[in-house]
């Protein structure tokens, strides 16, 4: 009968956690000191199978860093809208989110933080900084944590996209 009490103190204890660490989250906007992490985390997506829609192959350190100097100094010519930083209270960069002028949403928790929440909080926050009648988001069709993520937000599948690779 102990046993049983200490799996169940630990569960709620988990849960707490859970809660607390996705109530004191933010998002703050990207600024060029976070150059190196957004390429870190670039690296980490497109090496995790079914994460991206495309397989497009890594740019360089030097063309990544272009795409977001673009965004940060001519915002009114770049495809991003607007671009966060995703950080906990003690300012530890947990994933990035960003939405396009067209309104897709893009999303990535840092794998060492996934399953926790923070990919659901970090599009909720999105959506309440820039409220629209209508968002979209593309996700791999084999990548089930985010159509589940997507779904729970009350996405629903519109579309399904097919590709021809022609070398």
Known sequence: MEKNRQRIYLHVFLFEEEMKMTSELKLRPIVE?????????????????????????????????????????????????????????????????KIYKSNYISYQILEKFQNKGLGTKSVQLLMEKHPKKRYFATINKENDPSIKLISKLGFHHKATVYEKIIE
């Not at 673009?70 to 947990?94: A, C, M």
């Open 33 to 97: 000191k976070d150059i190196p992490i957004l390429y870190e985390m670039l690296k980490e997506m497109l090496s995790t199978q079914h994460s991206s829609v495309n397989e497009k192959p890594l740019p360089s350190f030097e063309d990544s860093k272009k795409f977001v100097m673009k965004y940060l100094q001519d915002n009114e010519n770049h495809d991003i809208d607007n671009w966060y930083i995703l950080e906990d209270e003690n300012g530890t960069i947990l994933g990035s989110t």
